[in-house]
């Protein structure tokens, strides 16, 4: 069963976090060939606060 985890900053819409996950999934299923009812995706969404690029939060750009 693959396991597709997204990480990124909150912000997303539901929408575009349904479209992602749909668009995931057949990738998923075109590469694997596995059916789309064996792939999850979890998305994991970060406050700007808690995460940083080069040494700088993303809350303070």
Do not use: H
């Amino acid at each position: 069963m693959p396991l597709v985890i997204v990480k990124m900053l909150e912000g997303r819409s539901v929408e575009q976090k349904r479209r992602l996950a749909k668009e995931l999934t057949n990738v998923v299923v075109k590469f694997t060939g596995v059916s789309e009812d064996q792939v999850d995706v979890i998305f994991e969404d970060y406050p700007r606060e808690n995460w940083a690029k080069a040494g700088v939060l993303f809350a303070d750009r």
